[in-house]
């Protein structure tokens, strides 16, 4: 499975918990259950992520260092640059996920 069919999945999870309530007669009850799912979803995915992308950093970062010492401040300063903005994507998604469950 590809990470293209994966977001497809995902993203045909959160266009079915928008419309529940027009897809469910059962009212809000069934809507809630299809939201929640959908932000657990769209935070799992969204984590996923920067989780791999921090620790091939990290890998990275200790390979150069053990190469050459020397480099050690250059090499961290870009590694916390780098995981700084690679947390921002994990935020996003947890910021889309808070935006399904009270929208």
């Known amino acids: 499975m590809d990470l293209n069919s994966i977001a497809g999945i995902a993203g045909d999870l959160v266009a079915a918990a928008q419309h ?16 929640k799912l959908a ?4 935070i799992g ?5 920067p989780g791999l992308g921090i620790g ?22 870009t590694l916390i640059i780098g995981a700084a903005l690679a947390e921002a994507v ?7 996920a808070i935006l399904i469950l009270f929208t």
């Open 90 to 96: 994990a935020i996003y998604a947890l910021l889309v």
């Open 56 to 77: 091939l950093a990290v890998r990275g970062a200790m390979e150069a260092i053990g190469r050459n010492p020397e480099a050690e401040g250059g090499i961290r300063t």
């Open 45 to 49: 995915i969204g984590a996923i992520g």
């Open 20 to 35: 529940a309530p027009i897809l469910q007669e059962g009212g809000n009850a069934e809507a809630e259950r299809f939201d």
């Open 39 to 42: 932000a657990g979803i769209a």
